[in-house]
């Protein structure tokens, strides 16, 4: 049986939709944070992170491919903060190691 899943540019729509829709929430939960740019970027920024984690997040959990749509939709919230979050900790990846350890920041 094929997949019946449409696809655009070798991406499923669904992970495109749904992480679209839950980046736009985010965005407009958080406006007064956001210019038209931010949270166009922020949109942006968790759909690219969706498309390229949901595939590789369901199949490494072993989910149902069904969970696909849920875990786009977590990953269009938090994907501009994931990015946001590597871009600090590789400026000092040491601070972060010492946070993990339960050492207190270094001033």
């Known amino acids: ?7 655009i540019f ?22 007064k944070r956001h210019s038209v740019l931010t949270g166009i970027l922020a949109v942006a920024a968790g759909m690219g ?3 390229l984690a949901t595939d590789p997040i369901v199949s490494g959990l072993k989910l149902d491919p069904t ?13 501009r903060n994931l990015i946001v979050w590597v871009t600090l900790v590789s400026k ?7 946070r993990v350890k339960g050492n207190p920041p270094k001033k």
């Open 67 to 79: 969970w696909s749509h849920a875990v786009a939709g977590v990953l269009g919230i938090s994907g």
């Open 10 to 31: 070798g991406v499923k729509v669904s992970t495109l939709v749904a992480s679209a829709v839950m980046g736009i929430i985010a965005v407009l939960l958080d406006i």
């Open 1 to 7: 049986m094929t997949d019946p899943t449409p696809y």
């Open 92 to 98: 000092d990846p040491l601070a972060l190691w010492d």
């Open 49 to 51: 992170v969706a498309v």
